[in-house]
């Protein structure tokens, strides 16, 4: 049974520059989240998707968006990156009507 | 917005020896989870937990939801229980997860 899984494991980017996160929920889960975390921090919320929406969203600017696949997997997108941005970004999955997630590895954003 | 805190916020261990993790939370919760991250970044789920108690070999957790905590015990610790452990709630299936700011601990051989 396959865990959450996340592509790519580093990225390196320029201020400006767009990026794309994936991610790939764990068998069987139909809802995936988003975090970031900082060196040093704990995971801050980015959003949360289901049934191809974004159901919650945490305080991040509008730069920040996702999407959903019919397949459940998701993508992270960020626009007009800034050196603020550099981070690890983790996705966890679950399923509708329990609470437990389960995390991925993590994509190591570092911005330039 | 629920605020979620843990104590200590280092902890240095000898092998062999047992600690107790502590996270407090400011509101009601339906969901709470302990993690562990390894050096790499994984986080690790160790107890999904919103109340009572549960074990899992050397690893235990006690949320007590009416007084708004929880506890994770470490017994006979090793090198490998390096890293931080966090803490995360949230109030009803939809919330955001809010996690706490960890606890790091280093065990010593």
């Known amino acids: 049974d396959a865990g959450v899984t996340q592509s790519p494991t580093h990225l390196i980017k320029t201020r400006g520059q767009q990026v794309t996160l994936r991610c790939s929920p764990k068998?069987?889960?139909?809802?995936v989240s988003w975090y970031q975390q900082a060196l040093g921090q704990g995971p801050q919320f980015i959003f949360q998707?289901?049934?191809?929406?974004?159901?919650q969203r945490g305080n991040f600017p509008d730069r920040f968006s996702g999407h959903q696949f019919p397949n459940y997997s998701s993508e992270l997108n960020v626009n007009a990156l800034l050196l603020g941005d550099s981070a690890l970004y983790l996705c966890?999955?679950?399923?509708?009507?329990?609470?437990?997630?389960?995390f991925g590895p993590g994509t190591r954003l570092t911005v330039t | 917005g629920i605020q979620v805190e843990q104590s200590p916020p280092d902890l240095i261990l000898q092998e062999g020896a047992n600690s107790t993790l502590r996270c407090n939370f400011s509101d009601s919760v339906n969901n709470l989870q302990w993690f562990h991250q390894n050096p790499w970044g994984q986080l690790i789920n160790l107890f999904y937990i919103p109340s009572g108690t549960k074990q899992n070999g050397r690893l235990s957790a006690t949320t007590v939801a009416t007084e708004r905590y929880s506890l994770l015990y470490i017994s006979s610790s090793q090198t490998t229980d390096s890293g931080v452990y966090f803490c995360?709630?949230?109030?009803?299936?939809?919330?955001?997860?809010?996690f706490g700011p960890g606890t790091s601990l280093s065990v010593i051989p």
């Open positions: 998707y289901y049934e191809e929406e974004e159901r």
């Open positions: 995360a709630v949230g109030g009803t299936s939809y919330d955001k997860v809010i």
């Open positions: 068998s069987g889960h139909d809802t």
């Open positions: 966890a999955s679950s399923q509708s009507g329990t609470r437990a997630q389960y």
